[in-house]
């Protein structure tokens, strides 16, 4: 018999799943067409801050194909405005957001009007031809406007624009800093940035009213959050409710939130009863998608003689936007930032303070990382300017302070983290030997000498993945914290997967049947896997916080052994032995003499087909399902550390990425292509994040560059060599031992970046403070550096 090539885990397996879409055969929302569909388009509001006082709608509707065109109050008597207001999140308020706008709009490109045609070409042609009448209202759209004394109040509801106040860590840290040797302080800000996927926002939905049912269809991350969502805000029954992902072009968690103008879509077909399409442009994309990353903060860091950090005192303001962003709200990013500071280090005392503020723009919301690499970039620059003021080397200061594990009796460290175990010095070491440190070090030296100015940065960084119900649970929103796999024997022997785990371009559901055909020991095409479907996947939480294998990836793992564990047992009945000496290889069961000839498919047609001839008469589950959720941890810190070989060009502003490395823990890898692809994706995102991108407002709110001409992401051409290494600390959370890895690359390369940039510019003794690192930026601060010699 030949033996058949199977690879499971760890084996770097390209992705089959990939093939169609490369080929142009994925299926996308936009391909969805249903007999007697509607297309919407939306128009929006052109202030920041508005009042409407009048509507005609007439020209619009007698333009031939217009079907409908309606308004926030039309749709209010169908629908619920979101309420995004945790219990759980002390001092936090934000106001209701209606899908469309009632009264008064909160920023420029808030959804208005509806129009509903008979192609989305009419819709828009209709939409121009809407009238309101605009009452222009004072407006605040940055963080220092909003936190004004007598600033505008974002809302009518609120009379100042403060939408959360928190504190992590001690009330006073002043004793560490009065017995410290060096003390050193910076400020930063953040521009806002936006996830720009390549597939924008869409959904197609349709009401039948014969069967009272729901069935949409959305380019989303999580479609069991969606069908409780649309039961709720359009008071259904959720089991008369069905969310279908189709293939997903990119979410980076700009798709893990509920939209106003999605949920307008919905209510159109619940009130016309036929099923209506909407599609995002890509200006509508910039000006009402989720924004993140807008902050600015400040920071101390205290440390001895040595360089021992002795305490760190942070206060980090983010900007909200108009609305807390439904369900999960705005206050993650902005949490997440200040407990995370710090957070690979010993940092003896802590005190970090967050406010957040509500703004005349678009809600922040999730981006990749989700308050971690700002989190990250405070505290590599903090670790830099206190190696220099110390005068030692930066990765030796990184490598004093290593936090390794919580110390014996600990629950959390001083800002609240739950950490089982890191690896940094590890890590460190390892890439410190991959990019032989100690000669660019000296090449840096001698370049300086000639008037080159290169830069190498560290980060070290903590990632918080596989979220459960350390996260959203205690906050009292109900989303689902667990992950499921239900899993099917078929008569042939090939084995069904139905995932509560999306996949949004990771390769998941790949690495997932790699795992499953490795337990059974079959060609990774023997799994055929399902996901993204209410109707046909069990409840879950879909893609988000790197859960995709350590938590999905657990629960198939369950479910392999629990089936294998049932089908040992008919084996063993045939063949007269102990289950637990029965293997399978190759699909064929093993047993204490050797091969025995029966295979996974003899199995399953016998308990198909003939259960009354397995000698014991028992008749095991062709389908078993198991669900996981870590116990004793609220998410799992997996752990790396970034470094990047960078020139500055202090005569034009550029910077030239030369070369990059990463070694990275995430624990047990099921396929090393996928996840060092992950972390190379990641890293260009951080690239983008450092460099180029950052959505610009005008001084009244608007938007003034939304295109991709404008608004700028790196391309081939900016993108370094990657060197990846790995370090493996199994998780004891599970059985598999997987960690997240999903947003490791874009949470240290903003802040290796930095790093190296500041490096660089180390000589002029100038830093730059706000990111993005842009070209004038960088000039500004060489020629405020040669201004001030």
């Not at 939130?257 to 994309?285: C, F, M, Q, T």
């Not at 003896?348 to 967050?354: D, H, K, L, S």
Request: charged share 20%; proline share 6%; aromatic share 6%.
């Amino acid at each position: 018999m030949t033996k058949m090539i199977t690879k499971g885990i760890g084996a770097p397996m390209p992705r089959e799943r990939a093939r169609p879409l490369v080929e142009g055969r994925g299926n996308y929302v936009d391909d969805i067409t249903l007999p007697g569909m509607l297309h919407i388009a939306f128009l929006r509001a052109p202030f920041a801050h508005g009042r409407i006082l009048d509507i005609d709608r007439t020209d619009a509707l007698e333009l031939p194909g217009v079907v409908a065109v309606l308004d926030g109050k039309d749709l209010a008597e169908v629908c619920a405005p979101f309420d995004t207001n945790p219990p759980g999140v002390p001092h936090h308020a934000s106001p209701p957001q209606p899908p469309l706008v009632i009264e008064e709009s909160c920023f420029q490109g808030e959804a208005v009007i509806a129009v509903v045609a008979e192609s989305r070409a009419i819709a828009e042609d209709a939409a121009e031809l809407v009238f309101v009448d605009w009452e222009e209202l004072p407006a605040a759209c940055s963080i220092t406007e909003a936190q004004s004394e007598g600033a505008a109040p974002v809302h009518s509801s609120f009379e100042d624009n403060l939408s959360l106040h928190h504190r992590f860590g001690a009330e006073d840290v002043s004793k560490a800093f009065e017995s410290a040797a060096h003390v050193v302080e910076a400020d930063f800000a953040f521009g806002r940035q936006t996830g720009v996927t390549l597939e924008p926002r869409g959904i197609v939905a349709h009401w039948d009213p014969r069967r009272e049912e729901l069935e949409v269809w959305q380019s989303h991350q999580v479609p069991w959050q969606m069908r409780e969502i649309y039961a709720r805000q359009l008071r259904l029954p959720p089991q008369s409710v069905r969310v279908t992902a189709p293939d997903v072009g990119g979410a980076f968690g700009l798709k893990l939130h509920a939209y106003a103008d999605e949920l307008a879509a919905v209510a159109v077909s619940k009130r016309l009863g036929r099923p209506v399409k909407y599609i995002v442009d890509r200006l509508e994309s910039f000006t009402a998608d989720a924004h993140a990353r807008e902050a600015k903060a400040t920071c101390r860091m205290a440390v001895d003689a040595a360089g021992h950090i002795l305490g760190i005192d942070a206060l980090v303001d983010s900007g909200f936007g108009a609305y807390a962003i439904h369900p999960r709200g705005s206050f993650g990013e902005s949490m997440q930032a200040a407990q995370m500071i710090g957070a690979p280090y010993k940092t003896g005392a802590f005190r970090a303070e967050v406010r957040g503020w509500r703004q005349n723009k678009p809600p922040s919301g999730a981006l990749r990382g989700v308050g971690q690499p700002i989190a990250c970039a405070i505290t590599e620059e903090m670790m830099d300017l206190a190696a220099r003021a110390v005068g030692i080397d930066p990765a030796e200061m990184r490598r004093i302070n290593y936090r390794s594990r919580l110390d014996a009796g600990e629950r959390a460290t001083q800002s609240g983290l739950v950490i089982e175990e890191l690896s940094l010095d590890a890590c460190l070491a390892k890439l410190l030997e991959a990019m032989d440190y100690t000669a660019l070090r000296a090449e840096q030296a001698a370049l300086r000498e000639k008037g080159i100015y290169r830069g190498i940065g560290l980060a070290s960084f903590v990632e918080i993945t596989g979220v459960g119900s350390g996260l959203y649970g205690p906050l009292g929103l109900p989303l689902a914290a667990n992950e499921s796999c239900r899993l099917t024997l078929q008569p042939d022997g090939s084995l069904t997967c139905a995932t509560s785990v999306t996949d949004q371009g990771q390769g998941t559901l790949s690495a997932l049947g790699q795992l499953i055909a490795g337990e059974f020991d079959i060609a990774p095409g023997m799994v055929k896997m399902i996901a993204g479907d209410t109707a046909r996947t069990p409840y879950g939480g879909g893609a988000w916080a790197s859960r995709g294998m350590a938590l999905g990836g657990e629960a198939a793992r369950r479910a392999c052994l629990r089936m294998r564990d049932g089908l040992f047992e008919v084996a063993a009945s045939i063949l007269q032995c102990e289950p637990g000496a029965l293997r399978f290889e190759n699909g064929e069961v093993i047993g204490p003499q050797g091969p025995s000839g029966l295979t996974l498919a003899d199995i399953g047609a016998l308990c198909h087909y003939r259960p009354y001839d397995i000698p014991t008469g028992q008749v095991p589950s062709m389908t078993v399902e198991e669900s996981f959720l870590p116990e004793n941890l609220p998410y799992i810190a997996s752990n790396g550390v970034h470094a990047v070989h960078l020139e500055v060009d202090t005569e034009l502003g550029t910077v030239e990425l030369l070369e990059y490395w990463v070694v990275d823990d995430c624990g047990t890898v099921v396929n090393p292509l996928l996840v060092d692809e992950q972390l190379r994706g990641g890293i260009v995102q951080g690239i983008g994040a450092a460099l180029y991108e950052e959505c610009l407002y005008s001084e009244d709110g608007q938007f003034t560059n939304g295109t991709l001409a404008d608004y700028v992401v790196p391309m081939a051409g900016e993108m370094p060599d990657i060197h990846v290494g790995h370090i493996t600390t199994p998780t004891r959370a599970s059985g598999l031992g997987a960690k997240g890895v999903g947003e490791a690359g874009t949470v240290g390369a903003p802040a290796a970046l930095r790093s190296a940039i500041s490096d660089a510019l180390s000589p002029l003794a100038t830093r730059l403070v706000k990111q993005p690192f842009t070209t004038r930026r960088i000039l500004e601060a060489v020629i405020a550096a040669e201004t001030a010699t």
